[in-house]
């Protein structure tokens, strides 16, 4: 009878006693209800429920979700049908609103970005629909957030994925931006060719300047090596007929000199050379070069 008790009380244990024990993982939240009604919202960690009267009504994740909503037709302010896909990310900040709040939340979530993508895009032309998609994302986060307060929904990102205009519009787009890519070549081509020859002239410009003072230079050092010849030269005569002062020179050096000088001449232009009658008349001559050395001192 005794064991018969035991095994009863196990027999309980184990199939309403132990069920009732639950662990709630990191990241999830438990909804429970006790008959019928909300009574807690269950966090990580150990927990335990009253049996046959508490019941989980919703196990809800923390963690942030991803969307990918399917293509939505939309039509811009100048007409334009396009097809525009967006992703949603979001998190559930509070488990009861999400639960309680309204019915299939993400069914809700996806209509919601829908009407609120037509309306934003509705109110762009096509070009600044292409070229807007922060502006786009900014106002359907905005949007989006606040109205899936009351759900228990807190809307992180909204990005538009995929912006597809009609195959007409895509066509002419694609002419439009071979000729815009034309035309920056041709610019760029022309750019280059206007620098190349600006680079060429510049460096003629140089190098006929460079040409000019090189010139200038070795006219400039011909004309100081002639000069410093001929004060050299000027100066030798110069130390010549001093010395010969020195020397006291009688009148058969002066006669020597006079030959000399003769010689000289000789090697000139002139085929002729007029010798004095007698060589008295040389020395002179040579005197009379004499008494000029001396009026000089």
């Not at 106002?139 to 899936?148: G, P, Q, Y």
């Not at 001449?265 to 040389?282: D, E, Y």
Request: charged share 30%; aromatic share 6%; hydrophobic share 40%.
């Amino acid at each position: 009878m005794e064991y018969g008790i035991l095994i009863g009380i196990l027999v309980f244990v184990v199939l309403f006693i132990i069920p009732c024990i639950k662990v709630v993982p990191q990241a999830k939240a438990y909804v429970i209800e006790r008959l019928g009604s909300y009574m807690t919202t269950w966090s990580n960690g150990l927990h335990f429920k009253v049996p046959f009267i508490d019941r989980i009504s919703n196990k809800v994740s923390l963690k942030e979700i991803v969307k990918d909503f399917a293509p939505q037709p939309v039509i811009t302010k100048d007409n334009v049908t396009m097809q525009i896909d967006t992703v949603v990310y979001f998190q559930i900040t509070d488990a009861k609103l999400y639960t309680y709040g309204i019915e299939d939340p993400i069914n809700a979530i996806e209509n919601l970005t829908a009407t609120t993508l037509r309306n934003i895009i509705g109110e762009l032309e096509l070009d600044q629909t292409l070229t807007s998609r922060d502006i786009i994302n900014a106002k359907m986060r905005s949007i989006l957030d606040e109205a899936t307060d009351p759900w228990g929904i807190k809307v992180n990102r909204v990005e538009v994925k995929n912006i597809l205009p009609p195959r007409d519009i895509q066509e002419a787009m694609e002419k439009q931006m071979r000729a815009e890519r034309e035309r920056r070549e041709k610019i760029l081509q022309a750019e280059g060719e206007k620098k190349s020859s600006i680079l060429i002239a510049e460096g003629e410009k140089e190098s006929a300047i460079l040409k000019a003072e090189a010139h200038k230079e070795a006219q400039i050092k011909m004309a100081e090596g002639e000069a410093e010849a001929l004060l050299k030269m000027k100066q030798a005569e110069a130390d010549g007929i001093r010395l010969l002062k020195e020397a006291r020179a009688d009148s058969s050096v002066l006669t020597l000199k006079s030959y000399e000088a003769l010689e000289k001449v000789a090697n000139g232009q002139s085929t002729k050379i007029i010798v004095p009658a007698n060589l008295q008349g040389v020395a002179s001559f040579g005197t009379v070069i004499n008494e000029m050395i001396e009026k000089k001192k």
